[in-house]
């Protein structure tokens, strides 16, 4: 077994982390890192707990510690990071001196040889390790997963831009309020309401699903060469996110084919079968009225993104255009840094 400590442990992604972790068939649970005000305190007692399903009994007596690398146990291997942007920038390095650090942060991601990775997608990024690796002198290293709504759109792109070419995307979100944490959207501001602007959300899917879909020549990536508008938005659904998106082909096509790509698609993870993989990356739902948050948002265990309202675009020539939902705190979270984790222990640990 692989010993893990998640960081930033009492905040929502950080209890996704131990929900996901809980009876992991290859990963224990030994470590549980937060704030100062956290530290010391069993984590029953420091945490308020938000989701649904109950705590796990294995991690109600450990004693959190200091998001400090002194603090952290010897034995851990892997560092699950749900920290602040801010805090981040400065421990995340830290802790890779010595630990893996699979981390769900922003702060670290798009910088050079920092692979920022969805397995079904780029995995072949993880060659930046041994750059990174040199370069900074650490025993360590840091995989960064990408923005909640980055992962659904890039998931549900990846079959699309492997058979297809792609001139142009179009995407507008409706993204889930628990994308911002529990105390980050005031519920006067959300109920019977929708925030048009999520600060740097559309900038943030631009960049990374181009860098995600680009290509890596073992020194750098070279983005992929389509265009990509984003438009994001804050609407009053506890979790999933939904995204409406607008493609345009370079030729011809047939509605058919783009679905059974989309419907067939497999990669490494499914592959190598592993456990937080989903069997169906995408899965396509024909009804007219799905796919909704509520009814599909856990698919797959919360790893799959649903694709529904596959149709032509009868206002624009080689166009076609779908709704999708995938769960912002699980694939688009918490379950990606544990995906990259899988990866990173069967391929190079």
């Known amino acids: 077994m692989v010993k893990v400590g998640v960081l930033g442990a009492t905040g929502m992604v950080g209890q996704r982390f131990i929900q996901l972790l809980s009876n992991h068939p290859d990963f224990e649970l030994t470590t549980l890192a937060a704030s100062s005000r956290s530290a010391g ?136 309020i628990s994308g911002a944490g529990y105390n980050g959207v005031p519920s006067m501001a959300i109920v019977d309401n929708l925030v048009p602007y999520i600060g740097s959300e559309e900038e943030k899917m631009e960049s990374e699903t181009l860098h995600l879909l680009g290509n890596y020549d073992g020194e750098k990536v070279t983005d992929a060469n389509f265009k990509l508008s984003a438009s994001c938005h804050r609407v009053p659904v506890i979790d999933g996110h939904t995204e409406a998106v607008f493609i345009e082909l370079e030729d011809d096509f047939e509605l058919e084919d783009i679905k059974n790509k989309m419907a067939n698609f497999k990669a490494l993870p499914q592959e190598l079968n592993l456990f937080s993989a989903p069997e169906n990356p995408v899965i396509i739902k024909d009804e007219d009225y799905r796919p909704q948050p509520r009814m599909d948002r856990n698919a797959g265990n919360g790893m799959s993104v649903s694709v529904g309202r596959l149709r032509k675009d009868q206002a624009f020539d080689k166009s076609f255009k779908y709704v999708l939902v995938g769960h912002n705190t699980i694939r688009g979270a918490a379950g990606a840094s544990v995906l990259n984790a899988e990866l990173i222990n069967d391929k190079i640990l």
């Open 41 to 176: 305190k069993r984590y029953e007692d420091a945490t308020t707990w938000y989701l649904n399903d109950a705590m796990p009994e294995e991690v109600k007596d450990i004693v959190v510690c200091d998001t400090t690398p002194e603090a952290m146990s010897n034995d851990v291997d892997i560092v699950f990071s749900s920290l602040p942007t801010e805090f981040a920038a400065k421990v995340e390095k830290e802790f890779a001196k010595d630990y893996v650090v699979a981390s769900n942060a922003s702060a670290m991601r798009m910088k050079k040889n920092i692979p920022l990775v969805i397995p079904e997608v780029n995995p072949e990024y993880l060659d930046m390790i041994d750059a990174q690796q040199k370069e900074n002198n650490w025993d360590g290293f840091i995989v960064t997963n990408p923005n909640c709504s980055t992962i659904a759109l890039t998931l549900s792109l990846k079959p699309i831009a492997d058979n297809f070419d792609i001139k142009s995307i179009r995407v507008s979100t409706m993204q889930a």
